[in-house]
């Protein structure tokens, strides 16, 4: 079983950064894939960024060259940088990993951080 915890949301105003974090715990796994996404209310979760095993990187279009997805294999943290925030990023922001077991891949979701942006 693996756990993530994500930190870091708070209250910012337009034009601030935050730093959040995802830290996955368990044993006998690795990541695969490690990737953000937010939610909004009456919104379905919407994707913000992705970091593949290939390391590969993908940002949705409204994020774009502000936020930047990192991972820390040897911590099992990922990071999501945000600057240059507007009142449009106000969401809550969800991890999730895919955990590899051997063969067998599971998918695992954080608890969420809430993430403010206002004046």
């Known amino acids: 079983q693996v756990q993530l915890v994500e930190s870091g949301g708070g209250l910012v105003q337009p034009g601030g950064s935050l730093r959040l974090s995802c830290a996955a715990s368990g044993s006998g796994f690795s990541i695969d894939s490690m990737n953000w996404y937010r939610q909004t209310p009456g919104n379905q979760r919407e994707l913000v960024a992705l970091f593949t095993s290939g390391g590969k990187t993908t940002y949705s279009d409204s994020v774009k060259g502000r936020f930047t997805i990192s991972r820390d294999n040897a911590k099992n943290t990922g990071y999501l940088p945000m600057s240059s925030l507007k009142p449009e990023d106000t969401a809550v922001y969800y991890c999730?990993?895919?955990?590899?077991?051997?063969?067998?891949?599971?998918?695992?979701w954080g608890q969420g951080t809430q993430v403010t942006v206002s004046s």
């Open positions: 999730n990993i895919l955990a590899r077991f051997g063969v067998r891949l599971n998918l695992y």
